[in-house]
């Protein structure tokens, strides 16, 4: 069975210092990674999709990797309006997406 | 804004009665899934429909149904409500790309 894990479960930065969020994953044939942003109430916000080992893609101060077991999402020097719950997902064969459990970033001033 | 829209946003149901969900997809997308999100949980996988057929399902028993129409809009039924119901129920549309467009979310509270 698909299975995907972040961590940590809640991250506290200040103000401008950079960190990195992880999503282990274990899926039958890769169609897709995500990773997506959620505001309390909301639905997630889409972010970026990685389909393959070494690919990398950037939006603002957010990059996201990618390897054969595991994902990164990089945040340089974050402001408080990056703060949310950060969702990984994949999706494997059936075209079935499991989601983790997010991490939750608070960004402190 | 991603364009697709849920509703209703609330609803308070009776254990054992049925619900009614309903999703508008972005325009241009033909492929609707439909999550539960529990408190402090990531969203589980219910089901997805491509061009009116149901074409992926995750583990949720057949109490929970769907549909979609020939606009591409979609609804989400649940029969016999059992109180672990009580969630967030997502819509997600997507087109050609396999990346999905999450509506606002019904919020249903079973008591």
């Known amino acids: 069975e698909d299975q995907v894990t972040q961590s940590p479960e809640a991250l506290r930065l200040q103000e401008g210092e950079s960190s990195s969020l992880n999503c282990s994953y274990t899926?039958?044939?890769?169609?897709?990674l995500f990773w997506y942003r959620q505001d309390p109430g909301k639905g997630p916000e889409f972010l970026f999709t990685?389909?393959?080992a070494g690919e990398e893609k950037e939006k603002e101060r957010l990059k996201a990797t990618l390897t054969k077991k595991e994902s990164f999402l990089h945040i340089t020097a974050p402001k408080p309006e990056d703060s949310a719950t950060y969702l990984c997902a994949v999706r494997g064969g059936y075209q079935k997406v499991t989601f983790g459990t997010g991490t939750k970033l608070q960004v402190i001033p | 804004e991603t364009g697709v829209t849920q509703s209703p946003t609330h609803l308070i149901k009776t254990r054992g009665q049925q619900v009614t969900l309903r999703c508008s997809s972005q325009?241009?997308?033909?492929?609707v899934s439909w999550y539960q999100q529990a408190l402090g949980q990531g969203p589980q996988f219910i089901f997805q429909y491509y061009r009116e057929e149901e074409n992926g399902r995750g583990n949720f028993p057949p109490r929970f149904s769907g549909l979609q129409f020939p606009n591409y809009s979609s609804e989400l039924n649940v029969n016999a409500l059992e109180l672990d119901d009580s969630a967030l129920y997502l819509c997600a549309s997507s087109g050609r790309a396999t990346e999905a467009f999450f509506g606002q979310g019904t919020r249903l509270t079973v008591v």
């Open positions: 899926v039958s044939g890769l169609r897709g």
């Open positions: 325009s241009g997308h033909n492929t």
């Open positions: 990685l389909y393959s």
